[in-house]
């Protein structure tokens, strides 16, 4: 991060890293510099006398941190000599901004002036000219925008009459006095709401011609637009917090893990072909019939640098699947990927615990701790799902084995019989928008006055012993719906109210009559006791291959100790040491304690999946890491732009991505993927 920063003690970059995780992220450092000492000398411009001038009047963010690391150790440049440098804070970054005194939105506050002309207060800003409003011949203000924040300055247009004819957008460089609003035009809102800049002088750095639309009308712009034109899109305050979010929390991961003895091991992209899961981008090569596939994840050379001795490992990692177009997916995406040796599931569970409790701080957000913790069966009956948002009741119950299950009328030939109630459905949908929500095999029940009977055409089929059962069972009141879904395969059932149960959710949400459980917005937890082991489901179009059976995580998960002995008799029945971390409903991640031993990791991939031997020579590289002495080990992987979207409330992970694709995999802005010329394909045997 700081040239020379490893020279620092343990305890020296401690408390710097502490010091710099309490300011903003996201300016360099001026050039030159190694770590910054304040009390010295000042990086200046001397282009001008004022900017100069205010440049010694800055203030540093990290002077107590700074002091204590120079006690202890000196940090040399890259040929030997010693430099320090004051380290300056505009609008609160803790750094220097380059050309500029200050950072638009900066607080300047403590540099008000009652004179227009007073030195003490001139200021030098660049940004995008943003607005503009011209009240009489010799008075405007403009707004000028850069990517932390927003000024008022105010000109006179006969003067400054680069401020007063430059485009919107257009890049502007002021130098002026700052000066305190009158009181009847401060902004609250704004961090420098309370005080102006009165332009002295103005350079126009860089005019804006023909913008396809402008920052201050970007949500009346269609998405695709704003995509094809991802330069513009970018200068959007929410895109602006959103990726500088991001950063500061990779910065404060990065730290947890550092401080626990992780190593920072960046691992292959081009991989070659393998049996994992989702399906792979392939890469040509110009050996003819040979093909490199982009990695998945890095979850076998994670796995080999458990048997290299690396026994905490972590990267931040690029990741590649070609999902299609399943919706709100990203054909690239990063995961925060880590593996350890000697380790069990409560070790894990402590980690990420420590370290979304430390992402979230530097979000400004508190997560509960401990996370709570359910069995994938219990998820799978109460939510009918497997990563259940917890912040809502309306709760599965299972009346399989009620006297409802007698009734041939309603319920003919299911086995299965399982419902919840949704409080208030009946005042947000009409009858006919809730028949066109419900999904086969579902009855709805609707509550009455009375606090004895139900309504609705099932009734009919239905004594009134039962429906009063049902009321006091499901606490169903006037304005709520009874939802029963029945069949004869418990996960269909299960599958579909899960489903169905989050519609409706969606629906009361939007109608702001979703009652949650508390008041905290967020809910964490663990699922865990997957099953190893589902039935294979193939895609249409894709080739048969004979397999039976899929891994339900992926094939080097681990069976569950007290299951093992069934991994060749019963496999379905084998739960695997798999675990997920949930939040609101969202999978943040997921991870197991893997297969150590090359002879169990064998058995599974050809005995129980049922791989032939053209398959099993792509684990050969695996297997014999395995058996070379490989250490027990586990991981896991988050997902980094679910984490960073639940985090920022966005809608879209393409609210979180600098350069995302769309999903249909298309980047808009560069018109990738693009045709490649006969030459190229020649050389790469594709004709």
């Not at 360099?28 to 770590?35: I, R």
């Not at 309306?394 to 919840?420: G, H, K």
């Amino acid at each position: 991060m700081l040239r020379g920063s490893l020279l620092l003690s343990a305890t020296a970059r401690r408390s710097v890293l502490a010091s710099l995780r309490a300011t903003r992220l996201g300016a360099p450092l001026p050039p030159s510099c190694g770590l910054l000492k304040p009390s010295s000398v000042l990086w200046t411009e001397s282009s001008n006398s004022a900017s100069a001038s205010s440049w010694s009047r800055l203030y540093s963010a990290s002077s107590s941190a700074w002091s204590a690391a120079s006690s202890e150790s000196t940090v040399s440049d890259s040929v030997g000599s010693s430099r320090r440098a004051t380290t300056s804070s505009s609008s609160g970054s803790g750094t220097v901004p380059y050309g500029r005194t200050h950072y638009c939105g900066a607080d300047l506050s403590h540099l008000i002036s009652s004179s227009a002309s007073s030195a003490s207060s001139s200021v030098q800003l660049s940004g995008w000219l943003r607005h503009r409003r011209q009240l009489n011949p010799t008075f405007a203000f403009a707004v000028l925008a850069d990517g932390h924040g927003q000024t008022q300055v105010v000109y006179n247009p006969q003067i400054h009459t680069a401020l007063q004819s430059a485009p919107l957008e257009s890049q502007i460089r002021v130098i002026g006095n700052v000066s305190a609003r009158p009181l009847d035009a401060t902004n609250s809102t704004m961090s420098s709401g309370n005080y102006e800049v009165h332009v002295s002088e103005c350079t126009l750095l860089n005019e804006a011609r023909d913008l396809p639309f402008f920052l201050h009308k970007a949500d009346q712009v269609a998405e695709e637009v704003r995509l094809r034109y991802r330069h513009l899109d970018l200068r959007r305050p929410q895109l602006q917090h959103n990726l500088r979010l991001r950063a500061r929390v990779y910065e404060s991961m990065r730290s947890v893990l550092f401080e626990r003895g992780f190593v920072d091991v960046e691992t292959p992209t081009l991989f070659r072909s393998t049996p994992e899961g989702a399906r792979e981008f392939l890469v040509p090569t110009r050996q003819k019939d040979r093909f490199y596939a982009l990695t998945q994840s890095p979850q076998q050379y994670k796995q080999l640098l458990m048997a290299g001795g690396f026994d905490r490992y972590y990267q931040f990692a690029r990741c590649y699947r070609d999902e299609g177009h399943r919706a709100d997916r990203q054909p690239e995406f990063t995961q925060l990927d880590l593996e350890m040796s000697h380790v069990e599931e409560e070790n894990i569970y402590e980690l990420i615990e420590c370290l979304l409790v430390e992402a979230f701080a530097a979000a400004g957000h508190t997560l509960p701790t401990p996370f709570p913790r359910m069995t994938y069966a219990e998820a799978m009956l109460r939510y009918g799902v497997d990563k259940p948002d917890t912040r809502y009741e309306m709760c599965i119950e299972d009346l399989s084995t009620s006297d409802l299950a007698s009734n041939a009328t309603l319920f003919y030939e299911s086995t299965v019989i399982r419902a919840f109630a949704a409080p208030a459905l009946a005042e947000v949908l009409s009858k006919k928008k809730l028949q066109a929500l419900l999904p086969k095999n579902t009855i709805s029940l609707f509550g009455t006055s009375d606090g004895v009977q139900l309504s609705g055409s099932a009734c009919k089929s239905l004594s009134t012993v039962q429906q009063t059962r049902l009321i006091q069972q499901f606490s169903v009141h006037q304005g709520d719906v009874l939802l029963l879904t029945h069949g004869t395969d418990e996960e269909t059932v299960a599958s579909t109210l899960g489903r169905l149960r989050i519609a409706v959710a969606n629906e009361l949400r939007a109608a702001d009559r979703l009652v949650f459980c508390s008041d905290e917005p967020f809910r964490p937890l663990w699922v865990h006791d997957f099953p190893l082991f589902s039935r294979a489901d193939h895609e249409e179009g894709e080739e048969y291959d004979g397999r039976t059976l899929d891994a339900t995580h992926h094939p080097f998960t681990a069976p569950a100790p007290e299951d093992a002995h069934r991994l060749l008799s019963d496999p379905l029945s084998v739960r695997g040491r798999h675990y997920d971390c949930v939040l609101n409903g969202v999978e943040l991640g997921g991870g197991s304690i893997r297969i150590h031993q090359a002879d169990v990791q064998l058995s599974v991939l050809r005995d129980v999946l049922g791989l032939p031997e053209s398959r099993l020579h792509s684990f050969s590289h695996l297997l014999t890491a395995l058996a070379s002495g490989c250490p027990p080990h586990g991981g896991i992987a988050l997902g980094m732009d679910r984490l960073i979207a639940v985090m920022c409330g966005a809608s879209s992970l393409r609210e979180v991505i600098a350069f995302p694709k769309t999903s249909s995999g298309n980047e808009l802005l560069s018109g990738a993927p693009a045709e490649v010329t006969s030459a190229q394909k020649l050389e790469y045997h594709l004709r």
